[in-house]
């Protein structure tokens, strides 16, 4: 086995299921991978073989097994398998910092309680006499709990030959990411991870507070003590990652807690800007950054990229118009300032009730002469009910809600999992979720391994859906609506048991794909079927942000 043969559904050491390529770095390879003796997600670095950074990187992995912070992601293997190196860690689900400073700088409260958290764990690790040595925004990610994971410990230096690194060097890095985390600007002298520069005067970086309006004093104290050769005010530098921790601790307390959900923050900054918790200062808006987002899913320094993210959506706010209010007999209710008609009521009721003694004259008989036409005929069914309607019901566009869903990639083409932990992502409300199939190479049509893959989702009981919408990422998607064939209240485990009720070709981000069947289709199950996918990098990934399904 080669590192040119380690590729999607190979089976390496007789138990990692390769699933995607994450990054290249230098020859090496990372990729996602399904651990099948404890059927879980993991991460796998692979070197070719005879790399000269082998033994560097089992160091690297013997180093970063012994860590017992939770914060970092643990080291599960590191072997050779017929003449590959590979090193098992764990996956973390989640976005990392990089992908959401895109979309903005984080408040004050936000920031510093990240940088503690970082700097926690990177204290514990240098007592122990190691450090890190490639902290950075893509290193770090938040997870979809709130909480912080730190990735690639040891390793991402040694898969990259820039050495172990030093406390010191753990320490200047955590400045760094303390100031582009309040300003959105990296403190230096080039573009890095997707942020412009910070600007300088008379050759001295700016302080936080200097670049962004609302930025507590407090913490650009301490970022200032951190990045500057002779800090400010004649303030003492931090030059340890224990001395970082208790700075912090000191402004944003020493709570584990987020401070609040980082999804939240980050829709809400991609669409109203970030709001400083301290000060309740609306900040200048940002600088405009490079409009093409970084390759993935290698990040803009060609870090390794090692969890889900999503995509930030345009900044313009979404305007929904609300529904009109609808009293008991589906009949629209007036608003409050709309004049009422004038009229007199006892007027209205006696023309109500002269209509409904017509109608019931009327009613009566159609009933004697079709009783007396069966009778002729010596039918003895009774005459149908003429207030009855055979068709199916009609439309109310009201949204049905989506009890469950589960991704749906079935073998014997598929390996039955297309990233099942980001599927909640696509019906959460929020744009900013996503969720994303595998990467396919050389043709969109998944690679032409097979037909195609989705998501099933589960209203709860037998519900008439007459239209599903699916916002995406990404342009040039085809994609299905799908039905059991037979049983409406059981999901066929097979792509042959369901039938397509509607389709979209070429669906685009900048517009919703409306699938619309023909008539309302009476079912528990529904299945968002990927048939073409849209360009990314090398290779060709579907992505969803959001599902709406209507009854």
Not at 411 to 422: Q, Y
Not at 447 to 471: A, F, H, M, R
């Amino acid at each position: 086995m080669s590192n040119q043969t380690v590729s999607p559904g190979a089976l390496l050491a007789g138990r990692y299921r390769i699933a995607e390529l994450l990054a290249e770095i230098d020859g090496a390879r990372v990729w996602r991978a399904v651990d099948e003796v404890l059927s879980r997600a993991v991460v796998v670095d692979v070197l070719p073989v005879g790399d000269p950074r082998t033994n560097t990187l089992f160091d690297a992995a013997r180093r970063a097994a012994a860590a017992n912070d939770p914060r970092f992601l643990r080291v599960l293997d590191c072997d050779i398998y017929e003449g590959v190196t590979y090193c098992v860690r764990e996956w973390a689900g989640g976005r990392p910092l990089e992908r959401m400073l895109g979309a903005g700088p984080l408040t004050g409260q936000q920031a510093g309680w990240l940088a503690r958290e970082v700097s926690e764990a990177l204290e514990n690790l240098h007592r122990t006499g190691y450090s890190h040595g490639s902290i950075s925004p893509a290193t770090v990610v938040v997870t979809d709990a709130g909480a912080i994971k730190v990735v690639g410990l040891a390793t991402e230096a040694a898969l990259r030959s820039t050495g172990p690194g030093t406390p010191e060097q753990d320490v200047r890095a955590l400045g760094e990411l303390l100031y582009c985390s309040l300003t959105g600007r990296w403190p230096g002298p080039a573009p890095a991870w997707g942020l412009q520069p910070a600007p300088v005067e008379h050759g001295r970086l700016l302080s936080p507070r200097q670049v962004r309006a609302g930025v507590p004093r407090s913490l650009d104290d301490i970022a200032d003590r951190l990045l500057s050769d002779a800090p400010r005010h004649h303030a003492a530098p931090i030059s340890s990652a224990a001395g970082l921790s208790a700075a912090l601790s000191g402004v944003v307390g020493s709570s584990h807690e987020p401070p609040s959900q980082m999804d939240e923050t980050v829709a809400i900054a991609r669409q109203n800007g970030s709001i400083d918790d301290a000060t309740q200062v609306v900040p200048p808006t940002p600088p405009a950054l490079d409009p093409t987002p970084p390759s993935r899913p290698q990040s803009s320094n060609g870090q390794t990229e090692h969890a889900a993210y999503a995509t930030a959506p345009e900044t313009r706010p979404i305007r929904r118009q609300a529904p009109p209010s609808q009293n008991g007999n589906g009949r629209r209710r007036p608003p409050a300032d709309e004049p009422k008609p004038r009229g007199s009521w006892g007027g209205r009721i006696l023309i109500l009730l002269a209509i409904l003694a017509l109608l019931s004259v009327v009613l009566m008989a159609q009933f004697l002469v079709k009783g007396a036409i069966n009778k002729d005929q010596g039918n003895d069914n009774p005459a149908p009910d003429p207030t009855q309607s055979s068709g199916p019901p009609a439309p109310t566009n009201e949204d049905v809600k989506i009890a469950a869903a589960k991704d749906f990639d079935p073998p014997p083409d598929g390996n039955g999992e297309e990233h099942p932990e980001d599927v909640k992502n696509t019906y959460d409300g929020k744009p900013s979720t996503t969720w994303t199939t595998m990467s396919y190479k050389r043709r969109p049509d998944l690679g032409g391994t097979k037909d195609g893959v989705g998501i099933v989702y589960d209203l709860g009981e037998s519900t008439p859906v007459s239209q599903v919408t699916v916002n995406l990422v990404g342009d040039d998607t085809d994609l299905e609506l799908m039905v059991p064939k037979d049983d409406p209240n059981t999901s066929p485990t097979a792509a042959s048991g369901w039938k397509s009720v509607a389709k979209a070709e070429g669906a685009v981000e900048a517009e919703p794909a409306v699938l619309k069947p023909s008539a309302p289709a009476e079912t528990r199950y529904v299945l968002v079927w990927l048939t073409k996918l849209p360009k990314e990098g090398s290779g060709y990934r579907g992505e969803i942000s959001e599902v709406k399904i209507q009854r």
